[in-house]
Every structure is written in structure tokens, then in C-alpha cells.
């Protein structure tokens, strides 16, 4: 297995990931008849990403527990996209919700 560095890839990775969760959290809770509520997608989305990206302080047996993010750059998953920094996106949650209901609305 061959992780590259590779920041930019990474963070284009990671945005478009965010983007599919918060797209699926509105559609379901649209579906389920409790609106597209962009507050409350916006929490669901920082709440997943703090976890994700091992922003949120958690424990295992008494050891920290910390994910550390990669991307699988082919389909067999030899090659893997990451940052030194690990992933950043509780971030950057905000920003991409907010433009997947401008794009929303403005469709």
C-alpha cells in the first residue's frame, strides 16, 4: 500500500465527501417529511465530520481513538490520497452546505 501527501488532492476529496453527506442528510430528511432545514443538515454534517476527522476526543480501551482519513486513489485501493495533517473537514462543513442550498435555490 503506497500513501502520497498530496494536500490539494486530498482536500478536493474530502469537500466532495462532505458534499455527499450533506446532500444525502437533505434528501433523507426531506423524504421522511421533516424539510431540508439547512441549520439542522448543517449540525448533522459538523457532528459526522468531528468524528471523521478525529476532531472529537474519543477513547478505545482507555487509548485515544483518532481516524485518520485516506482516499483509495484506484479501485483496488494500492494507492491512497492523504494529508500529514489528517482531515479537516468539520472546517470547512460549513461553507459547503451553505453552497449546496444557494445552488438549491437558485436552480
Given at each position: 500500500?503506497?500513501?502520497?501527501?498530496?494536500?490539494?488532492?486530498?482536500?478536493?476529496?474530502?469537500?466532495?465527501?462532505?458534499?455527499?453527506?450533506?446532500?444525502?442528510?437533505?434528501?433523507?430528511?426531506?423524504?421522511?417529511?421533516?424539510g431540508a432545514d439547512q441549520e439542522l443538515?448543517?449540525?448533522?454534517?459538523?457532528?459526522?465530520?468531528?468524528?471523521?476527522?478525529?476532531?472529537?476526543?474519543?477513547?478505545?480501551?482507555?487509548?485515544?481513538?483518532?481516524?485518520?482519513?485516506?482516499?483509495?486513489?484506484?479501485?483496488?485501493?494500492?494507492?491512497?490520497i492523504g494529508s500529514e495533517y489528517g482531515?479537516?473537514?468539520?472546517?470547512?462543513?460549513?461553507?459547503?452546505?451553505?453552497?449546496?442550498?444557494?445552488?438549491?435555490?437558485?436552480?
Amino acid at each position: 500500500m503506497n500513501i502520497k501527501d498530496e494536500r490539494d488532492e486530498f482536500e478536493k476529496r474530502q469537500t466532495k465527501l462532505i458534499q455527499e453527506i450533506a446532500g444525502s442528510f437533505r434528501s433523507r430528511l426531506a423524504e421522511m417529511g421533516l424539510g431540508a432545514d439547512q441549520e439542522l443538515v448543517e449540525s448533522l454534517v459538523f457532528d459526522i465530520s468531528v468524528i471523521l476527522d478525529g476532531s472529537r476526543e474519543m477513547e478505545l480501551e482507555g487509548k485515544p481513538l483518532r481516524p485518520f482519513l485516506t482516499f483509495s486513489d484506484d479501485r483496488k485501493g494500492e494507492h491512497l490520497i492523504g494529508s500529514e495533517y489528517g482531515s479537516w473537514m468539520h472546517e470547512i462543513c460549513g461553507g459547503v452546505v451553505e453552497q449546496i442550498f444557494d445552488d438549491e435555490s437558485s436552480a
